[in-house]
């Protein structure tokens, strides 16, 4: 019965972990589609084209530079949030494996999340970007979007660092009993 019972607050502790790997994502996806508008005067929808050039090309995020504020293609927009939402949601999962292990709470946590959250977005366009071919797509939008990509990576990291914080059972170290 106790196996049965871990099994279960395993499994809500991993959709927990996607949940919040996912609204880091949205956090992230909002700003930087308000900021693609407004700050460096592209399409609304650029920053979901420019997750999907590895997939379908540049063809979409191209005319989206061009063409102004509200272009969009729906199936490449799609494309490019179901993308974004994977990649949040797997590095969610990470995150509170991590912390798990490491018993995070309070202030610690936080600070770890917002710390993981410019960790991932390093890995994401020095490793993982370079792999499917997608440097161009990133350079395409010019030295100040890496500033707003900083910018996207504390709104990412923010909901991960609170997720110890609202739910410490999840993350706190083994009770005197369960050490012995």
């Known amino acids: ?3 049965a019972r871990n099994t ?28 693609a508008t407004t700050y ?6 650029t920053p979901m084209y420019a997750i999907a050039v590895p997939l379908i090309g540049e063809q979409p995020l191209m005319t989206s530079v061009k063409d102004g504020a509200f272009y969009l293609a729906l199936g490449p ?5 179901a993308v974004h939402l994977f990649w949040s949601a797997l590095w969610g ?11 995070l709470s309070g202030g610690t946590a936080i600070l770890s999340g917002l710390f993981y ?18 440097t161009q797509a990133f350079q395409l ?10 910018a996207n990576a504390l709104f990412y ?3 991960l660092g609170l997720w110890p914080v609202l739910q410490p059972q999840f993350f706190a170290g083994p009770t005197r009993s369960q050490a012995v």
């Not at 460096?40 to 929808?45: Q, S, T």
Request: hydrophobic content about 65%; overall charge neutral.
């Open 1 to 3: 019965m106790q196996t």
């Open 8 to 35: 279960e607050q395993l499994m809500h502790f991993l959709v927990t972990g996607v949940i919040a790997g996912i609204t880091g994502g949205v956090l992230m996806m909002i700003f930087n589609m308000l900021s």
């Open 40 to 45: 460096l005067h592209l399409g609304f929808f």
């Open 77 to 81: 927009a799609l494309l490019g949030l």
């Open 93 to 103: 999962l990470i995150f509170g494996l991590l912390a798990r292990g490491l018993h």
């Open 117 to 134: 959250g410019v960790l991932v977005m390093l890995v994401m366009i020095f490793v993982v970007l370079p792999i499917f071919g997608a």
């Open 141 to 150: 939008l010019g030295p100040f979007s890496l500033l707003l990509t900083a």
């Open 157 to 159: 990291g923010m909901p």
